[in-house]
């Protein structure tokens, strides 16, 4: 991968609720850092775009002269990072867990616990990072040559099975 350069995301994006609340998911960023590693010791440039991954996972990314980690915590900063650095990758590698929906509006205080419980959360769709990166290289936004690479966490339901569900994505993207 010498002369390449690699841009991989990882971690899990944040979407605030209030300032203390967020909706997320349980990715520990290993596997993108995993990536990000295996390629600048192959001689890859890489920015690691990590998404909320403890600093001990972190840890080795950080220091490896290779790679340059760009620090975001929710899906529009870790689009406006990935728009940003994919305009001169070779290779991108979506490994990052990127929250589907976020709050309509986040409050700017705590909402407090009452007894009539919470309140409802109304959620919208956040855009779909992966899809537009390959849309901006149809369209010519990046180059056509730049290799892209997603990775998605599944689970089978009534709807079918993992691969199923993994096949359909595919197509979708």
Same mark, same amino acid.
């Given at each position: 991968?010498?002369?390449?350069?690699?841009?991989?995301?990882?971690?899990?994006?944040?979407?605030? *609720?209030?300032?203390?609340?967020?909706?997320?998911?349980?990715?520990?960023?290993?596997?993108?850092?995993?990536?990000?590693?295996?390629?600048?010791?192959?001689?890859?440039?890489?920015?690691?775009?990590?998404?909320?991954?403890?600093?001990?996972?972190?840890?080795?990314?950080?220091?490896?002269?290779?790679?340059?980690?760009?620090?975001?915590?929710?899906?529009?900063?870790?689009?406006?990072?990935?728009?940003?650095?994919?305009?001169?990758?070779?290779?991108?590698?979506?490994?990052?867990?990127?929250?589907?929906?976020?709050?309509?509006?986040?409050?700017?205080?705590? *909402?407090?616990?009452?007894?009539?419980?919470?309140?409802p959360i109304e959620l919208t769709t956040?855009?779909?990072?992966?899809?537009?990166?390959?849309?901006?290289?149809?369209?010519?936004?990046?180059?056509?040559?730049?290799?892209?690479?997603?990775?998605?966490?599944?689970?089978?339901?009534?709807?079918?099975?993992?691969?199923?569900?993994?096949?359909?994505?595919?197509?979708?993207?």
């Amino acid at each position: 991968l010498a002369g390449l350069s690699v841009v991989v995301s990882t971690g899990g994006t944040r979407e605030p *609720i209030d300032p203390v609340r967020f909706l997320g998911n349980r990715s520990s960023g290993k596997q993108g850092v995993a990536v990000a590693l295996a390629a600048a010791d192959r001689g890859a440039d890489v920015v690691l775009a990590a998404a909320n991954v403890d600093a001990d996972i972190l840890a080795p990314a950080v220091h490896h002269p290779a790679i340059r980690v760009v620090r975001v915590g929710s899906t529009a900063e870790l689009q406006t990072a990935l728009e940003a650095e994919t305009a001169s990758a070779d290779i991108v590698v979506m490994a990052a867990a990127v929250a589907d929906f976020r709050p309509v509006t986040v409050n700017d205080t705590k *909402i407090k616990k009452n007894d009539d419980g919470p309140a409802p959360i109304e959620l919208t769709t956040n855009p779909d990072i992966l899809r537009g990166l390959v849309q901006s290289r149809e369209s010519g936004a990046i180059p056509s040559e730049v290799v892209i690479v997603g990775f998605a966490a599944e689970t089978g339901d009534d709807q079918g099975g993992v691969l199923d569900h993994g096949r359909a994505k595919l197509r979708r993207k």
